[in-house]
C-alpha cells in the first residue's frame, strides 16, 4: 500500500488536525464557498442598508463577519469550516455596500471626504495584498486557524468605531421580494456554474442547469427592475458611460483577484 502524505502531515480527509486535511475540491471550496454568499447577497445587501440603515447594516454585518471567523477558527471538521466561510460572505455581504455611503455622510464634501475615499481606497489595495502574504506567515509560523483568529480583534475595534459613524439617509420604500428572489438567486446560481465549471467542467450537467438558472432568473431580474416601482437596483444607472465603465473595471478587478486567491 502507498502511504497518505496528509496523514504523515498530521491530518486526514475527514479531520483538520493540520493544514493538510482537506481533499483539493474541498479546498478550493475554501474560496468559492465565501464568494458564493458574497456574490449571491451583495444586492440585497445593499438594499437592506437603504431601507434599514447604513450604519445598522455596516455593523450586523461586521459582527456576522466576527462571528464566522471565531467559527471558523475553531471548526473540528471540513463542513463547519466552509459553513464558516458561507457565513463570512454573508457578513461581508451585508456591510460592504455601506462602507462608502457612510465614508460620505461622516465627512463633509472637501478634502477630509477626499481624504477619507483614499484612505478607504489604499487600505482596501493593502488588504488585498498584505493579507494574503499576513495569511501565510501565520500559517507558517501559528497555525491555519489564526488566519480567522486575526479577524476577531479587528471585527471588534471595527464595531468599536462605528460608534462614531454618522448615519445615513433612509431611503423610503419597501424590499422588492420578486427582485430580491431573482436577483439573489440568478447571482448564487451563476457563481455555482462557474465555480463547478472550473471543478467538473464545462460540459458537466449541474454546470450547465445552473448556468441556464441563472439566465431565466437574471432575465427576469432586470424585466422585474425595468417595471417596478422601487428596484432594488435601478436600471438607469448604467445610463451613465462613466458609472458603468467604473462597473465594468471593478467586475474584471475582482475576477482577477478571486482567480488568484486559491493558488
Given amino acids: 500500500m502507498k502511504e497518505d502524505p496528509a496523514g ?3 491530518g486526514s480527509r475527514t479531520g483538520l488536525t493540520g493544514t493538510h486535511g482537506m481533499s483539493h475540491t474541498n479546498l478550493a471550496w475554501m474560496v468559492n464557498s465565501y464568494a458564493l454568499a458574497f456574490g449571491g447577497l451583495l444586492l440585497l445587501g445593499g438594499k437592506a442598508g437603504d431601507l434599514f440603515g447604513r450604519r445598522k447594516m455596516f455593523q450586523v ?3 456576522v463577519f466576527t462571528l464566522a471567523s ?3 477558527g475553531l471548526a473540528p471538521n471540513e463542513s463547519l469550516l466552509i459553513g464558516a466561510r458561507v ?3 454573508v457578513g461581508a455581504a451585508l456591510a460592504a455596500p ?3 455611503a457612510l465614508i460620505t455622510t461622516t465627512f463633509p464634501a472637501g478634502k477630509s471626504r477626499n481624504t477619507a475615499m483614499g484612505v478607504y481606497a489604499a487600505m ?3 488588504g488585498a495584498t498584505v493579507g494574503l502574504l499576513l495569511g501565510g506567515t501565520l500559517t507558517d509560523l501559528l497555525d491555519w486557524r489564526w488566519v480567522f483568529f486575526v479577524n476577531i480583534p479587528i471585527g471588534l475595534a471595527v464595531l468599536a468605531g462605528t460608534r462614531t459613524l454618522v448615519e445615513a439617509r433612509r431611503h423610503p420604500g419597501r424590499l422588492d421580494v420578486p427582485g430580491a428572489i431573482t436577483g439573489t438567486g440568478g447571482l448564487i446560481a451563476l457563481v455555482y456554474g462557474i465555480t463547478r465549471g472550473g471543478e467538473h467542467g464545462w460540459t458537466d450537467g449541474v454546470t450547465l442547469v445552473s448556468f441556464a438558472a441563472a439566465a431565466v432568473l437574471l432575465t427576469a431580474f432586470l424585466y422585474l427592475q425595468a417595471r417596478t416601482i422601487d428596484p432594488m437596483m435601478p436600471l438607469r444607472l ?3 458611460r462613466t458609472r458603468s465603465g467604473s462597473y465594468a473595471t471593478m467586475l474584471f478587478i475582482g475576477a482577477g483577484m478571486f482567480a488568484t486567491f486559491y493558488l
Fill in 8 to 10: 504523515q502531515r498530521g
Fill in 61 to 63: 454585518g461586521t459582527a
Fill in 70 to 72: 471565531l467559527l471558523g
Fill in 87 to 89: 457565513l463570512q460572505g
Fill in 98 to 100: 455601506s462602507a462608502l
Fill in 124 to 126: 482596501g489595495g493593502v
Fill in 238 to 240: 448604467f445610463k451613465d
